[in-house]
């Protein structure tokens, strides 16, 4: 048998010079005139380790990273081709202490497989969910993603069976499936990863949606910062397609659902759901006024589900094993398996699927390392430029959409940013107006104009301006965008800038004083 070798191919990885270690190993190969087969797959999501290379050895697969370019001639003189020891050697893959401790339901097969290798993507249990349902009325598979407990994972965590009733209750000529792929929450990839490393299991749960609400058509909405992503969508959706899982007649039922890829323009509202669908109509992304919901109107008008990325696809595995299987994960309203993204200053910046419910300090501390630097950790921002930043103090908090909320805090697409103790938190209040008023789509007044009044008002008291009186403008301020604005983008701005006032009220002292301390 001739060996294969596993280099990633995600766009994380190439960032890391996966693409230069492939090349070595290549030339490698070539120079000792072995025949080895070189196969592209995801990211595992241990970026710490990457470029992460994997032998498959008689006896599993074999790890090695990071490897630099440097690092090949050497791993081939330790023979690493049979799994033999190197400075780089980290052993089977799944016994890494940061893969070994996760739960891999949606990300089961990501990194493992050839990405564009349907094959591969069938051995591993893909397809088994949309048998599954085709054997189901469009009634039964809604209850059943109902019973699972999944709710959403783009940012509301609004029940995802809930939606999908609306859909199929709602009467249309034409209904889609609209997949947000924008993901533009700071620190956040986990759609990026399931894209580019089992795109195939997004095609499966889009199709899943379509058959269980009616919708023949789909639409996957990615931002334009993604181009490996959209690459290898296309190339999966036309496979698919020549396969018949997608097509006039879903893997020879009566179905039919087909699909296609949309890249967006880099405008952060256009994750909104109503902006997304603005955009992807071809006008400029603007967010509409609910009702009517998408699930009504959507799309053209047309009754629409929109979910996110991780959402759609972590469909297949519930309708593989089972609502009861995947909601016996998890804790309160809060089920299954949510793959947190650790980012920032962390030591070991990864994606990390788990049940909901493992606490904020064994994410940032036990998973995550504490920070880079070395120095303590003084702030996590959780759920994106719209969340919370929390303190040590609040690192008890259970990873869970209400724990969370209870707290003035939000899961969101579940990014985790790590802050060390040289951040300023002034800074990071200002940062989040600042990024408001940017990213602002200007149809309400709060969000608009409040953003840009809360940077002067920040900036006032960073210059020891009337301090006090100008704090109290700023909570009054984040209340009227709280309770005033249309969408989440002005709502939202308050969680940042409040919980860094109310957790860190030191770094908004006076100037003199801030200077002093400094
Ligand atoms: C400003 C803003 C940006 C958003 N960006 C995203 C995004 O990038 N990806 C996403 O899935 N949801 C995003 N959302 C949430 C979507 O509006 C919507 O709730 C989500 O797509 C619904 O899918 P889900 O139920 O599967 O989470 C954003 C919301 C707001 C207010
Ligand atoms: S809150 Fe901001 S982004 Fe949302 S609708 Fe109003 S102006 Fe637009």
Redesign the pocket.
């Given at each position: 048998m001739i060996p294969r070798i596993y280099i990633p191919g995600d766009s994380g990885a190439l960032a890391l010079g996966a693409e230069k270690v492939a090349k070595a190993i290549a030339s490698e190969l070539a120079e000792r005139g072995i025949e080895a087969k070189i196969v592209r797959n995801g990211s595992r999501g241990a970026y710490f380790l990457e470029p992460m290379v994997e032998v498959a050895t008689a006896n599993g697969r074999v790890a090695y990273g990071p490897v630099k370019p440097s690092d090949v001639k050497s791993l081939f003189d330790s023979g690493f081709l049979t799994g033999g020891h190197h400075k780089r050697w980290l052993g089977a893959p799944d016994k890494i202490p940061f893969l070994a401790k996760q739960t891999r339901l949606t990300f089961a097969r990501c990194g493992v497989t050839d990405p564009l290798s349907l094959e591969s993507y069938k051995k591993y249990g893909g397809l088994n969910g949309l048998t599954n349902a085709l054997g189901l009325t469009p009634a039964a598979i809604v209850a059943e993603v109902t019973e699972s407990g999944l709710?959403?994972?783009?940012?509301?965590?609004?029940p995802?069976g809930i939606?999908w009733k609306t859909v199929l209750d709602t009467s249309g000529d034409r209904k889609y499936i609209v997949c947000?792929?924008?993901?533009?929450?700071s620190g956040?990839f986990a759609?990026r990863m399931i894209m580019e490393g089992d795109p195939f299991v997004l095609i499966e749960g889009m199709t899943i949606a379509g058959i269980a609400t009616g919708a023949t058509k789909g639409f996957v909405y990615v931002?334009s910062e993604y181009p490996h992503a959209v690459a290898v969508m296309n190339k999966a959706v036309e496979i698919a397609r020549k396969a018949g899982v997608l097509g006039a007649s879903v893997l020879g039922s009566a179905y039919a659902f087909d699909m296609e890829i949309r890249v967006g323009a880099g405008a952060?509202?256009?994750?909104?759901?109503?902006?997304?669908l603005d955009s992807l109509e071809g006008k400029r992304g603007m967010?509409r006024a609910k009702p009517p919901l998408p699930a009504h109107k959507g799309l053209f008008g047309k009754p629409t589900v929109?979910?996110?990325?991780?959402?759609?696809a972590s469909v297949p595995v519930i309708m593989d094993k089972g609502a009861a299987f995947y909601k016996d994960f998890g804790m309160g309203r809060s089920r299954g398996t949510i793959p947190i993204q650790i980012a920032g200053n962390v030591k070991h910046a990864g994606l990390f699927e788990a049940a909901f419910g493992m606490t904020l300090g064994e994410i940032v501390d036990g998973i995550g390392g504490g920070t880079a630097t070395g120095l303590p950790v003084k702030a996590v921002q959780v759920g994106?430029p719209?969340g919370a930043y929390f303190p040590r103090a609040l690192f008890d908090t259970p990873f869970d959409y209400e724990a969370f909320a209870a707290k003035d805090g939000l899961i969101g697409?579940a990014g985790i940013v790590v802050f060390d103790d040289t951040a300023d938190m002034l800074k990071q209040a200002r940062f989040a107006m600042e990024f408001c008023a940017i990213?602002s789509c200007g149809k309400c007044t709060p969000c608009r104009i409040g953003s840009t009044r809360g940077v002067e008002t920040i900036d006032r008291i960073a210059a020891g301006i009337e301090p006090e009186k100008n704090l109290a403008l700023v909570t009054d301020l984040c209340n009227t965008m709280k309770f005033g604005s249309l969408?989440?983008?002005g709502?939202?701005t308050p969680y940042p800038v409040m919980s860094s006032i109310t957790h860190f009220p030191d770094d908004f002292k006076p100037a003199p004083v801030r200077v002093a301390a400094e």
């Open positions: 709710r959403g994972r783009g940012g509301a965590g609004f995802t939606k947000n792929a924008d993901e533009g929450d956040t759609d931002r952060y509202v256009c994750g909104e759901e109503t902006a997304l967010v929109i979910n996110n990325v991780i959402s759609l994106g719209l697409h990213e969408c989440a983008l709502g939202f």
